[in-house]
């Protein structure tokens, strides 16, 4: 269980730099009714002030912790909605905008040429678009405001700024969502042309609208259409040219996202930001998400209200094999015992493949991953 008090600070324990830096901007033009995350709406102004408590906490976290991103995730939140003048202060502030990757996440609503051209001159070199549907039904369910219009003039307005990595994010299994919609959204976003696919399951998260709605029996989960989603996916995906390198992630060869794969990898990292968790070494912890609670902290010279969770590299390993089961490059076969009865049973069954010390799943295994990974650990 998580628990207070402790204030991590100091170098990393092995004095290596940091290299992924993740900043939460929490808010959102209207809040998804099926979002678990911590996001609320929010004026200009409330976002300006909020910037000057995240550039304190930055300041503090430099004075913590050797940080060199290669990695930036702007996530949130829709980080596209801050103002320009706001976002020309945080590009100037973390230096690691020349991170070999700095991701914007953006609603296809907030992407005009203003925005466009500035984030890409500042060093924004990849925007995840929070698209969802390409069916319009698929979107009121979803509660989204844009429309599939609104994505395709997102897409023309970022490549027409300059920017050559884009991500599309998808949705599948919502309540009403029929196979064929589905299949028709895939086919729009490869014509699309992004460089980068996302294709995540639909949760039903506590405390939200849809959770409740299924626990009224109102919606109801059906795990074969999931299922048969997910192999649709996987499908139309690949023959497109797009590469599995993850259960829900999908890259052209080249492009897969490389701040994705330091989490999956174990690699240590940072979060900025109401809600945003840390890991380093063998400490984690996550800033509250309150956003009130963080500024007043952050503006009156304290460090923002946070919560530690202890780790042991036993912890830390079952999460690296965890998450490595979900990847396409696995997890060396010596974490698992090459020979062991599981792992011959799960190759013969089509569920794996081993081959130069490295076990992984097939796509179908994937889909198994937190199951499989319950055998060995
Ligand atoms: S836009 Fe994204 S982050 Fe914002 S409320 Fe909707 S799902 Fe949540």
Same mark, same amino acid.
């Given at each position: 269980?998580p628990?207070?008090?402790?204030?991590?600070?100091?170098?990393?324990p092995?004095?290596?730099?940091?290299?992924?830096?993740?900043?939460?901007?929490?808010?959102?033009?209207?809040?998804?009714?099926?979002?678990?995350?911590?996001?609320?709406?929010g004026?200009?102004s409330?976002?300006r002030?909020f910037?000057?408590?995240?550039?304190r906490?930055?300041?503090?976290?430099?004075?913590?912790?050797?940080?060199?991103a290669?990695t930036?995730?702007?996530g949130?939140?829709?980080?596209?909605?801050?103002?320009?003048?706001?976002?020309l202060?945080l590009a100037?502030?973390?230096?690691?905008w020349?991170?070999r990757?700095?991701t914007?996440?953006a609603n296809?609503?907030?992407?005009t040429?203003?925005?466009?051209?500035?984030w890409?001159?500042?060093?924004?070199?990849?925007?995840?678009?929070?698209?969802?549907?390409?069916?319009?039904?698929?979107?009121?369910?979803l509660?989204?405001?844009?429309t599939?219009e609104?994505?395709k003039?997102?897409?023309?307005?970022l490549?027409?700024?300059?920017?050559?990595?884009?991500?599309?994010?998808?949705l599948?299994?919502v309540?009403?969502?029929?196979?064929?919609?589905?299949?028709e959204?895939?086919e729009?976003?490869?014509?699309l042309?992004?460089?980068?696919i996302s294709?995540?399951?639909?949760?039903y +998260?506590e405390?939200?609208?849809f #959770? /409740?709605?299924?626990?009224? !029996?109102i919606?109801?989960? &059906?795990e074969?259409?999931?299922?048969?989603?997910?192999?649709?996916?996987?499908?139309?995906?690949?023959?497109?040219?797009y590469?599995?390198?993850?259960?829900?992630n999908?890259g052209?060869?080249?492009w897969?996202?490389?701040?994705?794969?330091?989490?999956w990898?174990?690699?240590?990292?940072l979060?900025?930001?109401?809600g945003?968790c840390?890991?380093v070494g063998?400490?984690?912890?996550q800033n509250?998400?309150?956003t009130d609670?963080?500024i007043a902290?952050l503006l009156?010279?304290?460090?923002?209200p946070?919560e530690?969770?202890p780790?042991?590299e036993e912890?830390?390993?079952r999460?690296r094999?965890?998450?490595?089961l979900?990847?396409?490059?696995?997890?060396p076969?010596?974490?698992i015992?090459?020979?062991s009865?599981d792992?011959?049973?799960?190759?013969?069954?089509g569920?794996a +493949?081993?081959?130069?010390g490295? #076990? /992984?799943l097939?796509?179908? !295994?994937r889909l198994?991953? &937190?199951?499989?990974?319950?055998l060995?650990?």
């Open positions: 269980m628990f207070e008090g402790f204030l991590p600070c100091g170098p990393t092995r004095g290596q730099p940091i290299r992924h830096l993740y900043v939460h901007i929490p808010f959102c033009a209207t809040i998804c009714p099926y979002c678990a995350f911590h996001v609320h709406t004026s200009a409330e976002m002030v910037l000057d408590a995240l550039l906490e930055w300041e503090g976290v430099c004075r913590d912790y050797p940080v060199e290669e930036l995730y702007l949130g939140g829709t980080p596209s909605l801050l103002p320009l003048d706001a976002f202060r100037e502030a973390i230096h690691p020349e991170a990757e700095a914007l996440e296809p609503r907030t992407v040429p203003e925005k466009a051209s500035a890409c001159e500042l060093g924004v070199g990849r925007v995840s678009l929070g698209v969802q549907s390409l069916d319009s039904t698929v979107l009121r369910t509660g989204r405001r844009h599939p609104d994505v003039r997102a897409v023309c307005t490549r027409d700024a300059g920017c050559r990595n884009i991500n599309v994010d998808l599948f299994a309540p009403g969502q029929s196979p064929a919609s589905w299949h959204t895939l729009g976003a490869i014509a042309g992004p460089e980068h294709a995540y399951e639909l949760t +998260e405390d939200t609208p #959770f /409740r709605a299924r626990a009224a !029996g919606w109801h989960e &059906d074969n259409r999931s299922i048969e989603m997910y192999r649709t996916a996987w499908r139309l995906l690949e023959d497109a040219g590469r599995q390198y993850e259960i829900s999908y052209r060869p080249g897969a996202s490389l701040h994705n794969q330091g989490y990898k174990g690699n240590d990292y979060g900025l930001g109401p945003a840390s890991t063998l400490r984690r912890w509250r998400r309150q609670g963080y902290a009156a010279g304290q460090d923002p946070r530690q969770e780790l042991s912890l830390r390993q999460e094999l965890l998450l490595g979900r990847t396409s490059g696995g997890i076969a010596s974490w015992g090459e020979n009865e792992v011959c049973a799960l190759t013969r069954q569920l +493949e081993l081959s130069d490295t #076990f /992984r097939t796509p179908e !295994g198994l991953a &937190d199951g499989i990974a319950g060995f650990i």
